[in-house]
């Protein structure tokens, strides 16, 4: 029997974050864990008209993959993959890891060489995303995996994550929009200033921000959500940031990063674990060392670092930055095959200051 969670989750992804229209094309995609939301979306969407296609994976091939294929088979675009980039008006897309450590043995130059390959998917998406053409959605499931890496049993990280999406609420959708108007007030404040200075422990970090968009996201594009970013200036950024949180890439996770930023790039990386991938990442291409985006958390109901950034990058009193592509809606024109996002928690003594006036004060929203 199906959890009731997942179908109040299914309906708030179909009629509040990414309502369809009858003959719109969707992909819905996920490892074969993800099957009860992947069943729960196909239901509505086909209801609704839309023209739906499946993508499953296998959930244990990837190490395989990365074990086995050649040069050849790792720069492989499959045709199919360009085409549904190109066509589809929305992706919906479930994070359903049964390991996220499975890749932690993969040669980080193969997971480059990836990642290059498939950069031009990721263009053609970008692309048409600023355009208002491709609709995406990111959103999880629980599985064992993510509960141990949050340090819970399955049940407690389904109440963990479900409360997160707000479904226990009596009308979840008026919560989400009450979020988006708060996320207004912000993004009025913040019109028009520049320099952005974030403060925290291990942390002096300046950026600038004039002539960006800021981008308001409460559940149109990740679920659950919470946050406003833009893209900095590629080349402004300059001072010194500490991560809190261990930052997660291709199945690595790297704990206690320090950059140091000169004229918006990376000058100098360390870590605390896998230094040797950070700085492979790095150089990953021309773009890996200029930050792309620009985040502050705002969902003050996700409390505690879980492991999965679709949900720590949005607990509330934490900025969040990614390395490398910028999202040309904000515009930003960073180029990169990654997109590395790491979070700083100002929760304890932290503040973000903007034209010198705060913004945030030990993780509190002042706005």
């Not at 839309?50 to 074990?67: G, K, M, Q, S």
């Not at 290059?116 to 990111?138: C, F, G, H, N, Y």
């Not at 502050?296 to 999965?308: A, D, H, V």
Request: hydrophobic share 40%; aromatic share 8%.
């Amino acid at each position: 029997m199906r959890d009731e969670r997942i179908d109040k989750l299914a309906d708030i992804l179909t009629e509040y974050s990414l309502p369809m229209d009858s003959g719109q094309m969707a992909v819905v995609e996920g490892t074969t864990l993800a099957e009860p939301l992947m069943l729960a979306l196909y239901e509505r969407l086909l209801r609704r008209g839309v023209l739906v296609r499946l993508e499953t994976a296998l959930p244990h091939a990837a190490p395989i993959f990365y074990a086995n294929a050649s040069p050849v088979q790792l720069e492989h675009v499959w045709e199919p993959d360009r085409w549904l980039r190109e066509n589809v008006d929305a992706r919906f897309a479930i994070l359903s890891d049964s390991n996220t450590k499975q890749l932690s043995g993969a040669d980080p130059a193969k997971q480059t060489m990836v990642s290059r390959s498939r950069k031009p998917l990721l263009d053609i998406s970008m692309r048409r995303t600023a355009a208002e053409q491709l609709r995406w959605m990111v959103t999880l499931v629980p599985t064992e995996a993510y509960a141990m890496d949050a340090g819970m049993s399955l049940p407690e990280y389904e109440d963990f994550y479900f409360g997160a999406c707000l479904v226990d609420r009596p009308d979840p959708v008026a919560e989400w929009t009450g979020m988006a108007a708060r996320h207004q007030r912000l993004l009025e404040w913040i019109k028009g200033r520049n320099l952005v200075h974030i403060e925290g422990e291990g942390t002096d970090l300046y950026l600038e921000v004039r002539g960006r968009t800021f981008v308001e996201s409460s559940g149109h594009f990740n679920f659950p959500d919470g946050e406003f970013f833009t893209g900095p200036i590629e080349d402004r950024t300059r001072g010194v940031v500490t991560f809190s949180f261990p930052a997660i890439w291709q199945g690595k996770s790297v704990e206690g990063i320090q950059l140091v930023f000169e004229e918006g790039r990376v000058v100098s990386a360390t870590a605390r674990t896998n230094q040797d991938f950070l700085l492979q990442m790095l150089d990953a291409d021309a773009g890996a060392r200029v930050l792309g985006e620009l985040g502050i958390g705002t969902n003050y109901g996700i409390k505690q670092f879980s492991g999965s950034i679709l949900l720590d990058e949005k607990i509330g009193g934490t900025v969040h930055l990614a390395l490398g592509m910028s999202y040309p809606e904000t515009g930003g024109v960073n180029q990169s095959a990654i997109h590395w996002d790491m979070v700083c928690d100002l929760r304890r003594g932290g503040r973000i200051t903007v034209d010198g006036d705060r913004l945030m004060d030990d993780g509190k929203l002042l706005i």
